[in-house]
């Protein structure tokens, strides 16, 4: 039996994301969170949802690393030497 991926709203993934209906739909136009139309209604896939998250934690962790590197010494980014 094969089973089915469950499909989000716009609503649903703003509620879920803490976004407004409109950011979401910015999302879905700039390409960035995929989304099809079923029934003539836009559904976002949940694997897409998760890959939104993914790819904004990746990049949250990168700024992170980036911002820490602009801020750290040359003795703390090779250590100190004796």
Known sequence: MTSVERHFSP???????????????ELI???????????GKVRV???ALEQLLEHRQEAQRRA????QSQTASIADLFGQRS
Not at 11 to 25: C, K, Y
Not at 29 to 39: C, F, H, Q, W
């Open 45 to 47: 896939s949940g694997s």
């Open 64 to 67: 992170s690393l980036w911002q």
């Open 11 to 25: 609503s649903d993934v703003a509620e879920l994301l803490q976004l407004e209906v409109s950011e979401v739909f």
């Open 29 to 39: 136009d700039t390409g960035e969170l995929p989304a099809v139309k079923i029934s």
